[in-house]
């Protein structure tokens, strides 16, 4: 069914955050349960499909997984296995085991039904076994997915709210990493999805959304946007919003000059790197997608005193309805109780929260894997 192919080469390893860690040791070295646990897997397993070209990444080898499906003419492995080894994290986090996932399926557009069509018929036997359970991202859609999605054991308001369970989470993170989000200004860019809900909950704790950005460009709000006209505005227009919320908005990038408390962040990974990261004026960066800060931007923000949320925690918003924890009745409780007590733990961390955060998912995963993974989720 799956050939396994080649794994990819030492830049996918550094690219996934090591072998040298945002500490800058060696990953055998890095104290606490990673040293002490011995082996680390050397990086995650690429499976190459047999029916179309595409492939598989799974963060760990023999364990159930979870993660996205991405489609385009080239969908770069590296990228893949950073999104696989922040989902890993993510769910050790939460101390559920199960491992991270993300697959490409390389089609032209004009290609791309017949591609994800084969696509869909191979990964099947791994769904029904619970191997890989997947969701659709960048270049494929709901229906696109519609036949293992039918044997898919997650709930249907899983998918209904994943982008409100998204977007909430990222303003639980916020909330915690500043203490209360009372009086706080907040700047979203990548504004998504999940945007609407993040800024509903950011105005539910007393903050204000002063500033969005797209690819279209970024608007600005001297008092804050209304969260029900941010929701309007993108079911009606989508990236297009910002235009409508300001007719001459700024560049993109100008929101990362934007005068808030906390800058939300996740149009791609990597999108906070050292050059950005020396620019930013928030004092709080919360993550909305996995991997939006580089290494090197972590070292920036940390001499800053910039504080940089663990995008594994501030994203996990849906692994609470997905993955519900015995007894659990509302997920938006479970997520907001869950996602806040995590950061605590990590806050005063004297490496950062993204490190704590890192050395508390190890000690998770050390009770039941044989190895740890090699390299940490950072772009």
């Given at each position: 069914m799956l050939a396994r192919g080649e794994v990819p080469g030492e830049r996918a390893v550094r690219r996934a955050g090591g072998p040298g860690g945002p500490d800058g040791r060696?990953?055998?070295?890095?104290?606490?349960?990673?040293?002490?646990s011995g082996a680390r897997m050397p990086i995650v397993i690429i499976q190459k499909l047999t029916s179309t070209d595409g492939f598989i990444a799974f963060d760990l080898d023999d364990a159930p997984a979870a993660g996205v499906t991405r489609s385009a003419p080239k969908i770069l492995v590296d990228g893949a296995s950073l999104l696989a080894r922040s989902l890993t994290y993510r769910f050790a986090s939460f101390e559920r085991q199960v491992g991270g996932a993300s697959a490409g399926v390389n089609a032209a557009p004009a290609d791309r039904a017949a591609a994800l069509t084969a696509?869909?018929?191979?990964?099947?036997?791994?769904v029904r076994d619970g191997r890989f359970l997947t969701e659709a991202a960048r270049g494929v859609?709901?229906?696109d997915l519609a036949p293992v999605r039918a044997i898919d054991p997650r709930p249907q308001d899983y998918w209904d709210r994943h982008d409100e369970l998204t977007g909430f989470g990222v303003a639980v993170a916020a909330d915690a990493a500043?203490?209360?989000?009372?009086?706080?200004?907040?700047?979203?860019?990548?504004?998504?999805?999940?945007?609407?809900?993040?800024?509903?909950?950011?105005?539910e704790r007393g903050g204000t959304v002063i500033a969005v950005s797209t690819a279209e460009g970024t608007a600005f709000h001297p008092v804050g946007f209304d969260p029900v006209v941010l929701a309007e505005a993108w079911a009606e227009h989508g990236p297009a919003l910002v235009t409508v919320l300001d007719p001459e908005p700024a560049q993109a990038a100008a929101i990362?000059?934007?005068e808030a408390d906390v800058l939300v962040a996740g149009s791609k990974p990597g999108v906070i790197d050292d050059q950005v990261a020396a620019g930013l004026r928030a004092a709080v960066v919360?993550?909305?997608?996995?991997?939006?800060?580089t290494a090197k931007a972590l070292a920036v923000l940390r001499r800053a005193g910039t504080v940089v949320v663990p995008d594994f925690v501030s994203t996990a918003g849906p692994l609470f309805l997905g993955w519900p924890s015995p007894g659990a009745s509302d997920p938006r409780v479970d997520a907001d109780a869950a996602i806040a007590a995590s950061f605590a733990e990590v806050a005063g961390h004297a490496d950062g929260p993204l490190l704590g955060a890192c050395l508390r998912a190890e000690a998770f995963l050390a009770t039941w894997r044989p190895t740890l993974p090699f390299g940490r989720p950072l772009a």
């Open positions: 060696p990953s055998g070295a890095r104290g606490g349960v990673g040293a002490e696509y869909v018929a191979e990964i099947e036997p791994l859609s709901p229906d500043v203490g209360g989000l009372a009086g706080r200004a907040v700047a979203v860019e990548g504004f998504d999805a999940g945007g609407p809900a993040l800024a509903a909950a950011v105005v990362f000059g934007a919360v993550p909305s997608a996995a991997v939006p800060v």
